[in-house]
């Protein structure tokens, strides 16, 4: 009916914007059919923006209307921008009871986002414009603003501090008319959640029973409060140690979140169907934990697709990072569950630990095949990179003077993502669905992989409770549960990585003993589990995970000791390299032809050429390190002093098989997008300052980027995606394989590794095991101060790839070869002779 009258309207009047809005509101409130609401208020939005711009309060309602359809979507950051933009035109139309439910709603996106202290700050704004309106006296609002700042607290484990705001919302909820239900229902539910995980079980069944009174009022048999109430009374038997009655309520709660009758088993048989995916869920969650075996883990299997679904649906990169850090447990609990099972299929166990590696890494390899077959000259795909590359650029530029602005850029390339998606759709039918499918390469062909390189494959997955690791050989795969290592060992990994970092090279038998001691320890527990696959093999190649991914294995000792140059180093035994993935390792590269071209910047030229930024002085090696890269690359491009600008590489990357960068860096693995690389850019259209999201949209043809910088392997890490580093920047880029530094590389030190490391690259060597015999070579020589593994271990390998195929070999080395095949003929003859 309303598309009929929207459809009876002149196109673009104020009438069909008015069906716009209606329309959003019943997908929204009737079908929480989010998108289309999020469509139509658009559509309205953009009406009403060219016929009547004056119009404020229709226009601050649809700005809130878009906030909230957008948070219910996940997409927190773009609800955010459009609650603000809400706020302001409340602050205009001097409208306190609206200003006061936007502060409410700005509070409850940052709470749902996980950022507790801005929800805290928004509420208590409300509460205060709710106090000047009311005279102090309570009210509904007030009690919704409570309710919201109870379940922040309850959010951050703050239990007694939950149960008295919402005991006070809940309060003036019992006292007042005209109440809204659904949030009444809520919150009295939530109540009696709290005293379930406060170990009351009795306590909650008042609350519990409440709620479903309320929910009866309601009539509410399906959708997502409905199965939020059913779990929480399998919750509460649960904690009764009903479990039949439990499994029964969950069940419930499943069968709520859709109109399809649920499988013989209990759950849904088509995720598609699936309404309310995150309902469903949390009910999978929940029963598979009273499930044993393959049938918790069918559970799970579902879940894991629900989640992927989900994910799928937000807009923005840092989105699905958030959603899937949040809901990272899930592949906690499926790998505790595989750890108990007798027999376990071996597919299955890799595609979990797979899955729960750099889900935007593997979106974006998958996206790179799939554009072999579009064509890179594609506008709607490049166009779509742009946008993403943006948005998180935007991100990086809010602070307090120009959040409003930079919001409003948010929001408008947030609108124009999704019109280039639906594009890509129509032309490309299934292309986003394509890229966002939950696929993961067949374990054969990692089989396949570790039998060439004669290498052993370990992929580890730190939990909150235990860390699990996934260990193919040519011969064997193996599943090793490290009991209780997560929750103790990130203090060690810390003093560790803190050794590696000290400013000062200072020798002592003691500081050896405290170096061996941890290095010893972390070698037995994270790596000696799997020593005797390891025993006689070339290659360790690592999928590290959590703190693991500060860590340099080649460094860890296999026995104690007092001497640096002495010590039983892993690097002694393999060639250790790094992957984000497995599907990153095995993604297919092509060798760049014959002679690579180099191009190399180094952060030097002289004292009269120093930084502009007084912290980032010149690196005194990196000029001799380009010039000993001069002798081997004797047509590349090396650019020192003024020339190490910004602008020089990002117009020059892109051209170069191989890119060299001895230039400064950062990274903070708790701060967002931190990594960063710095030029001497002093004015133009670069600030001298390379961040991560900046390659992100860069199309990089190198085979090798070597990153000869401080901290550039370090950067803010999300659960299920790694660290946010510069290393993973380039690989995003189409860098196929990268060596970086972990923490601060010595200069003079660094010299003497490059010179190794290419020149073992141009006889033919694979990148990891050029690094390897460049560190070795380096340790035959050193003497037990200049051996310190904080001056050697920085640099690793993510790859192990030769950067030349064999047929590019030096002639030097054919000829060798020849001769010593002629000499060794010459030599049989005179020996058969002689007989």
Known sequence: MLEKARDAFSPGSLGQSRSFYALGDIYKYVLYDFDKAEVNYEQALSIQQRVDPSDIKNLTRLYYNLATANRSQHDYETAISWCLKAVGGCIAMKDDEFLERAYSIVGNIYRDSHEFDSAVVYYKKGVEVNKKLNKGKDNVTLAGLYGGWGETNYLQGDLDEARNKLGYAVSIYRKAKNVDKSIYFHTVRLLGQIEIDNGDPESALPFLNSASAIRKEMNLEKGGPASALYKNFGDYNFAMEKRSIALEYFQKALQATTTEQLGDDGNPKNIDEVEFKDFAYDALLAKAALLTGQDALDCYSIAEKLMIASRSELDTEDAKWNYIDANYRLYESIFNVISQLENTDESQ?????????????????????????????????????????????????????????????????????????????????????????????????????????????????????????????????????????????????????????????????????????????????????????????????????????????????????????????????????????????????????????????????????????????????????????????????????????????????????????????????????????????????????????????????????????????????????GMLSMANAFTFAGCGNIVMGLWKVDDQVSVKLMDTFYSELLDGMAIDEALAIAKRTYLASADQISANPKLWGSLVAYGEAPILRADEIPTSWVVMAITLLVVAIILLVIKTRKK
């Not at 959590?546 to 007092?562: H, Y």
């Not at 930084?611 to 047509?635: H, Q, W, Y």
């Open 349 to 721: 166990l890799f595609h979990y630990m797979e899955s729960s590696k750099s889900k935007s890494l593997s979106d974006a390899l998958q996206e790179a095949e799939l554009r072999k077959g579009l064509g890179r000259s594609d506008t709607l795909i490049a166009r779509l990179r742009d946008l993403r590359q943006r948005s998180l650029s935007l991100q990086h530029q809010i602070d307090e003077k120009n959040e409003s602005a930079i919001r409003d850029q948010l929001i408008t390339n947030s609108q124009q993502i999704s019109v280039i998606e639906a594009g890509i759709n129509t032309k490309y039918p299934s292309y986003i669905k394509t890229r966002y499918e939950n696929a993961s390469v067949p374990i054969d062909a990692l089989k396949e992989k570790v039998t060439a390189l004669d290498a052993v494959f370990a992929e580890y997955f730190w939990g909150d409770h235990n860390v699990y690791v996934l260990v193919v050989s040519p011969d064997t795969v193996n599943f090793y549960k490290l009991d209780g290592l997560a929750p103790n060992y990130e203090d060690e990994i810390s003093r560790y990585v803190a050794l590696f970092s000290a400013r000062a090279n200072q020798y002592s038998r003691l500081a050896v003993r405290e170096f061996s001691g941890l290095s010893r320890l972390l070698y037995h527990d994270f790596v000696e589990p799997f020593q005797q696959q390891l025993t006689g093999r070339k290659r360790l190649i690592i999928v590290p995970d959590g703190p693991l991914m500060q860590i340099p294995f080649e460094t860890l000792v296999t026995k104690e000791g007092d001497s640096y140059n002495n010590l039983p180093y892993l690097l002694n035994d393999h060639v250790v390299s790094y992957a984000f993935s497995a599907s990153h390792l095995l993604a297919n590269r092509t060798l760049p032809k014959a002679n690579p071209s180099l191009l190399a910047f180094g952060f030097t030229g002289g004292a009269a050429e120093r930084s502009p930024n007084e912290l980032k002085p010149e690196i005194a090696g990196s000029e001799t390190e380009l010039i000993a890269l001069s002798n081997k690359f004797p047509d590349g491009t090396f650019l020192y002093g003024a020339g190490v600008t910004e602008k020089n590489f990002k117009e020059k990357a892109a051209g170069y098989d191989l890119l060299h960068l001895a230039v400064h860096g950062r990274g903070d693995a708790g701060e967002d997008y931190s990594a960063t690389l710095y030029f001497r850019d002093q004015e133009g259209p670069e600030d001298g300052r390379l961040y991560w999201y900046e390659l992100y949209n860069m199309n990089l043809r190198a085979s090798l980027a070597v990153l000869s910088s401080c901290e550039s392997g370090i950067g803010k890490t999300y659960r299920g995606e």
